[in-house]
């Protein structure tokens, strides 16, 4: 009877361990977490955990930002480096994205047979790349959520957990020698129209 116990406990625990293993998940990544009016920063969308499960074929996603601090300036889709993991071969996939303030929906399905998503696809990947401007002081806090996320076969595919970021923006400040030099050169320019401006004699 303990035997029986003890090996319910082991294949309790190795499934606990490969569902852990296999925990998908979304990240959004910004290159920087602090940055001044006028930056440009660019934000990832990343996806991990898909060794072991079935290839993603489909997203349809929301990302949440304030619109407010940032602007969208350029959009990238896939990964730079791996290439668009759900367009593997340069055939195109069909892409789609619409924006109202404070959110941009992004939406790909991939045309690339089943068999070819599960044997070359990679593990974990950027789906997309935003790349924004700063243009107001303040935190930006950074979200998304899913409308749809489906794999090769279009079956729903369940996302663990989904990581948000934030960024802080500040007001870009002037050195001291910067403004030292800025504060010399206005006496200078006062002495000098004050010394124009006097009668000559």
């Known amino acids: 009877m303990k035997k029986f116990f003890a090996s319910l406990l082991a294949l309790g625990l190795s499934l606990s361990l490969n569902a852990n293993a296999n925990a998908i998940s979304i990240d959004l990544i910004a290159d920087k977490t602090t940055a001044n009016i006028g930056d440009n920063i660019e934000l990832q969308v990343r996806i991990s955990g898909l060794e072991g499960a079935s290839a993603l074929g489909s997203y349809d996603v929301n990302v949440h930002y304030d619109s407010d601090l940032f602007s969208i300036s350029n959009i990238i889709w896939g990964d730079t480096v791996q290439g668009n993991q759900l367009d593997l071969f340069g055939f195109g996939s069909l892409q789609d994205n619409s924006s109202n303030l404070g959110w941009l929906t992004m939406l790909e399905v991939s045309f690339d047979e089943i068999a ?57 400040t002037v050195s001291e020698p910067a403004g030292m030099l800025l504060l010399l050169g206005a006496l200078a320019f006062v002495v000098l129209r004050n010394r124009a401006s006097q009668p000559k004699q």
Request: charged share 10%; proline share 0%.
């Open 116 to 172: 070819d998503l599960e044997l070359l696809q990679a593990g974990e990947f950027t789906l997309f790349s935003l790349f924004l401007n700063a243009v107001a002081s303040g935190s930006g806090n950074f979200s998304l959520t899913t409308n749809a996320i489906g794999d090769a076969y279009g079956q729903d595919l369940f996302i663990d957990t989904i990581n948000s970021t934030s960024i802080n923006v500040s007001a870009a």
